[in-house]
């Protein structure tokens, strides 16, 4: 069935969001562009598909934690 949609239960925050493994392109994931390494973090953490929102928090959580870990590279060689 190419048009498998279902509605999903976000495993971080709880919301419904409706995911289109069927038509991966189309679905609310797809909306947030995610590189491999905020892939694996994500993975990390939980098993199943989140919701956008969710994606894109965690995606910039990513972020500012390597931003600090590179700033804490740079400040802490004193």
Known sequence: NMNKHEIKSCPRCSKG???????????????VKLEQCHRDYIAKQFDDCLCAKCLSELRGEFNVGQFAQKLDGVIGVR
Request: glycine share 6%.
């Open 17 to 31: 969001f409706e995911c289109k493994t069927g038509d991966i392109v189309k679905c609310q994931c797809e909306s």
